[in-house]
């Protein structure tokens, strides 16, 4: 007998608890929303009904305990815009490259040297964005015989002398603005896939 009660209270309990499963369009049981729900503003959610949590209100303004916007901001969103002329940064804390698309802009770009480290994998890497990017002008091994030299004369061959002694950071502004007959590839390739590729460019040329 007892066994049976056992059972029986065992089978409520769980299925008791089971209801409180989250799950498809249902939420699920909280316990201690409060514990959940941040009184502070949180920066990447938000909340906009006004109402949304009354039924756990210890508020006394009247507004649901979930509710969480800033009615300052715009679109009563939670994170601050950025002030203007912020300009982003990419992971390496990098700031865009502002070499200016002439004469001068390429005679001082010649004296950057790439902030990337010449490892193995950087260069397979570079190998690879070649191939992408350049492969089908300037030819596998850069002597400007691609697929595309064929009908589009005037190809540069990377490897011959007047083009051997240019520096990476030559190599990174062409590829950022084009030369000459060259289109500029900055919009397709991302600086530090620019340097990685003016890396390889220098491989190639040993
Ligand atoms: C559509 C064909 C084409 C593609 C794609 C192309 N190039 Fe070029 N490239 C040229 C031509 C044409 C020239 C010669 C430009 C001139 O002297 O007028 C040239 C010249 C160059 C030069 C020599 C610049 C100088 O100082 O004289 C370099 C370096 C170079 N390309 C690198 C690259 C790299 C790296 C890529 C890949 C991101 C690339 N090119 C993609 C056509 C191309």
Not at 14 to 23: D, E, M, P, R
Not at 171 to 183: A, D, Q, S
Request: aromatic share 8%; net charge positive; proline share 4%.
């Amino acid at each position: 007998m007892r066994y049976i009660l056992l059972l029986i209270v065992g089978i409520s309990a769980a299925t008791f608890l089971a209801g409180c499963k989250a799950g498809g369009d249902n939420p699920g049981k909280e316990y201690a929303p409060n514990m959940y729900h941040s009184v502070a503003y949180e920066p990447l959610s938000q909340i906009t009904d006004k109402d949304a949590g009354t039924w756990v209100n210890a508020l006394d303004n009247g507004r649901g305990e979930y509710y969480n916007s800033n009615e300052y901001n715009p679109f009563k969103i939670n994170l601050r815009l950025p002030a203007s002329n912020t300009v982003r940064r990419n992971a390496h804390g990098w700031l865009p490259y502002r070499g200016t698309n002439d004469t001068t802009g390429l005679r001082l770009a010649s004296k950057i040297v790439s902030p990337l480290e010449a490892t193995p994998a950087l260069l397979a890497q570079g190998k690879s964005l070649f191939e992408i990017n350049c492969k089908h002008c300037h030819g596998a091994k850069g002597a400007g015989d691609g697929k595309v030299a064929d009908k589009y004369p005037g190809v540069a061959n990377l490897t011959g002398d007047a083009i051997k002694g240019v520096t990476e950071g030559h190599i990174f502004h062409v590829i950022t603005y084009g030369k000459g007959l060259m289109g500029a590839h900055g919009s397709q390739v991302s600086e530090e896939e620019r340097w990685k590729i003016a890396r390889y460019v220098k491989e190639l040329q040993k």
